[in-house]
């Protein structure tokens, strides 16, 4: 790299275009050109939204949109997983239930504090009115382990997980009766996957038991909306070669004893030609790569980011 490059998405600014539409029956895509998305599921008596945008005034377009296609209540709030781009903007709902595995309320616990600080610094693009965040943190209302059903009136919302894949409590919202899944951060579309707090091992067999469920429409963590088995086909090959690719990338030149500079520089360029396009793909590499190091080598489960970290690591893989 030959010129120093700004910290993460702090040099992000332009404002992206939402799109509100309808994926099948009961399922409804918020999707922002790569920014993080918003699922949302209208059940016969009550609406159920996956990720909550990234502060209350940004959740408020959310609800906007809901509010165009029906009045019922918004019961239900789903957190696919514990990062603070996804749950801080839950206040906005008002909803009964805040749902999240057990594994990502052990994340908030355990880290949730620090991943606040740290994304805010990252992008701050996308914490939007961030003084309308409450203090503390987002809590789950409920938990569970391995799998939920709700009964919106007629309609079975499964709410399940998979095994680890973008973090170590990663949850999808699967509806069986019309193939509709909504896979949070473990499938992006266009958008390149943040892997800081990955399972690189385990990541592409938790795509597979995606894969299998056959979904005919599907809503990723970022990008558009797939609505045609083909596209949902490449939006989970795309992820899961990303992260094959760039695991087996680090893992090789590890093995060979190399150092993370060396490793992240070889493993940037390996990736750039074919992924390079992907949005912030210059943002995830030095985490990704990173994490991946970090697996490699001694850290079976993810360090934790503060802002510090974040700062330290930049200024090594970025400035040299
Ligand atoms: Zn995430």
Known sequence: MSQTKKFASQA????????????????????????????????????????????????????????????????FVVLTHYHAVRVLGAAAYGAEHIIASQDTYDLIVERGEQDKASE????????????????????????????????LGKLEVQILQLGRGHTKGDTIVWLPQERALLSGDLVEYGATPYAGDAYYKDWPHTLDKLMALE???????????????????????????????????????AGKGEELNAVYRHTYAQLKAKYGHWVIFDHCMPFDVSRAFDEATRYPDPRIWTAERDLDMWKSLESS
């Open 215 to 253: 979904p005919h429409a599907l809503v990723p963590g970022r990008g558009a909306a797939l609505t045609t088995p083909e596209l949902i086909r490449d939006g989970i090959a795309g992820t899961r070669n990303f992260v094959s690719e760039l695991y087996a990338s680090v893992n090789a030149a």
């Open 120 to 151: 805010i610094g990252r992008f701050p693009r996308l914490f939007r009115n961030v003084e309308t965040v409450p203090a503390g943190l987002t809590w789950p209302t409920l938990t569970f382990t391995g799998k939920m059903t709700l009964w």
């Open 12 to 75: 992000d600014l332009q404002e992206k275009q939402v799109t509100f539409s309808q994926i099948s029956p009961h399922a409804w895509a918020y999707t922002a050109e790569g920014d993080p998305n918003t699922g949302i599921i209208i059940g016969d008596d009550a609406v159920l939204v996956a990720d909550t945008q990234a502060t209350p005034a940004m959740a408020v377009d959310v609800i906007r949109r809901i509010r165009e296609v029906t009045d019922k209540p918004i019961k």
